[in-house]
């Protein structure tokens, strides 16, 4: 039995509501060796998120950002999960509502579905195949929502595109790369909804330039790809999954909606 996309976003939706009850209290916050900041949220969510992924698909394995800190990286085949439960931590502690719940199925190195619920805001993107996907505002219960809307990217915009760069890692080289094309505004967003501000038509490229990982990426990159844009390296070949071998890092990468890669 496969996870179906409904059930990943009611995990998610469920996470979510972990997430909620400890933004509104004066948590505390550590930092973890690699400097990223780590709060009770994310191990709640995550604790969650793994339990119910073992109910919903017990054989699934899953690369989990707050396991794999802990020394725990399953050995798995070309179906996989990757989970970021607590996307954005440091726009979570700014309380800044840009943090989202990220769970990806890979397949064969490609997200093939995917879940990204921004639950300060209300917004839940799911990706149901690689080409299908859609938004919704999410439910106050809790459930999964049945009126849903279409993702699409948007064609470019004659007077200039909308580039969506990242708050809390935007560089000198990320202004130069944007150099290179007809930017008519910047704007910044946090955690995987830059993916997801393409994939709604609300932006039109988002450049990485800088390590990530995984587990930050892939669910939000099904989506974006589900609503008809490419998530390509700077050599222009697609973005894979299950890199094992360099500790399931990302080389750099860019976002594109209706935007042709120079």
């Not at 009611?10 to 933004?23: D, F, H, K, Q, V």
């Not at 690689?130 to 009126?147: F, M, Y």
């Not at 490419?230 to 976002?255: E, I, M, Q, S, W």
């Amino acid at each position: 039995m496969s996870v179906s996309a409904e059930t990943l976003a009611s995990i998610a939706l469920a996470a979510g509501g972990e997430i909620m009850r400890i933004y509104g209290t004066d948590f505390a916050v550590e930092t973890k060796l690699d400097a990223s900041l780590l709060t009770e949220a994310d191990g709640l969510a995550e604790a969650l998120i793994l339990a119910r992924l073992a109910q919903a698909e017990p054989d699934l394995q899953v690369i989990a950002e707050e396991a794999v800190a802990g020394g725990s990286v399953p050995e798995h085949g070309s179906r996989f999960a990757l989970v970021d439960p607590l996307d954005g931590t440091k726009e979570f502690v700014a309380k800044n509502g840009e943090f989202t719940v990220n769970i990806a199925i890979i397949e064969h190195g490609r997200p093939v579905m995917g879940v990204v619920y921004a639950p300060a805001l209300h917004r839940l993107f799911v990706a149901e195949s690689p080409s299908h996907a859609w938004q919704s505002k999410a439910a106050p219960d809790g459930t999964v929502p049945k009126q849903r809307n279409r993702l699409r990217i948007r064609p470019a915009p004659e007077n200039g595109l909308t580039a969506v760069a990242s708050k809390s890692h935007r560089s000198p080289e990320t202004d130069t790369w944007l150099a290179k094309y007809p930017v008519h505004e910047i704007t910044g967003a946090g955690s995987a909804l830059k993916f997801c501000l393409v994939a709604a038509g609300e932006a039109d490229v988002y450049p990485r330039l800088g390590r990530t990982m995984e587990w930050d990426t892939a669910a939000g990159q099904a989506v974006v790809e589900a609503a008809g844009g490419r998530v390509l390296t700077l050599d222009h070949t697609p973005l894979l999954y299950g890199k094992r071998a360099r500790g399931y890092d990302n080389p750099d990468f860019v976002v594109y909606g209706d935007v042709t890669p120079l």
